[in-house]
């Protein structure tokens, strides 16, 4: 069975801590990605990635950077973070031109 | 950039009715669509996937088309439960700019007993 974990369901931090979201695949996929999803605004990509260490910027990648040392883990980097980027944030998965699967999602509150 | 438009915003029936979520995007330039289901707070759980060459995919109840030339995909809900309530994702993957999808906002849907 399809499986995308995300290493916590809610999270919250202080401004200026640096945040680790951490999402892992079982399925062997190539490519993962990082969604933000806001109300009024809906899902936005922030990075993604073809290949171990291999990454492209989203749309809003401003304020974040990723780390993909092994296949299965991309890791969600929060350098200083912000009020505004209190979201809920969600990793997907995939095969070139295939399906994308998602994890549950992880719940960030900055403060 | 491909835009991704969904309509309604929100929908409330009742059950049993059979029932038709709509998704326009502006760029028929697509690799494929996918329609996803989001319950609240949680993450997307994927329908089904057309591929730009097919018209359409079926799954159980659920029936999407693609019409890529009008830039229009529905999503068909037949004999609608409960348990259908949720939100419903169209995101397209553009053939020109790589990997990522561009989602719509979502039609909100409410089955009632």
């Known amino acids: 069975d399809v499986k995308v974990t995300q290493s916590s369901r809610y999270l919250v931090k202080r401004t200026g801590e640096k945040v680790f979201l951490e999402c892992v695949q079982d399925?062997?996929?190539?490519?993962m990605f990082w969604y933000r999803q806001d109300p009024g605004l809906g899902l936005r990509l922030i990075y993604f990635?073809?290949?171990?260490?291999?990454?492209e910027k989203g749309d809003i990648p401003e304020g974040y950077s990723v780390s993909r040392e092994k296949k299965e883990r991309f890791s969600l980097i929060l350098e200083s973070a912000s009020t505004n980027q209190t979201s809920m944030y969600l990793c997907?998965?995939?095969?070139?031109?295939?399906?994308?699967?998602f994890g549950p999602g992880t719940r960030l509150t900055v403060t | 950039k491909q835009e991704v438009t969904q309509i309604p915003a929100a929908l409330s029936v009742p059950e049993g009715e059979n029932l038709v979520l709509n998704c326009s995007f502006t760029d028929s330039a697509i690799y494929n669509l996918q329609w996803f289901r989001q319950d609240p707070g949680k993450g997307l759980t994927s329908l089904l996937l057309?591929?730009?060459?097919?018209r359409e995919q079926t799954s159980g109840r659920l029936n999407a088309s693609l019409d890529k030339s009008s830039g229009r995909s529905t999503l068909y809900i037949a004999a609608s439960q409960p348990g259908d309530s949720a939100t419903y994702l169209c995101?397209?993957?553009?053939?020109?700019?790589?990997?990522?999808?561009?989602f719509g906002k979502g039609t909100s849907l409410l089955v009632t007993p």
């Open positions: 995101a397209v993957r553009p053939s020109n700019s790589g990997y990522a999808l561009n």
């Open positions: 997907a998965s995939s095969f070139t031109g295939n399906e994308q699967y």
């Open positions: 990635s073809y290949d171990v260490k291999m990454k």
């Open positions: 399925m062997d996929h190539e490519n």
């Open positions: 057309i591929q730009s060459s097919q």
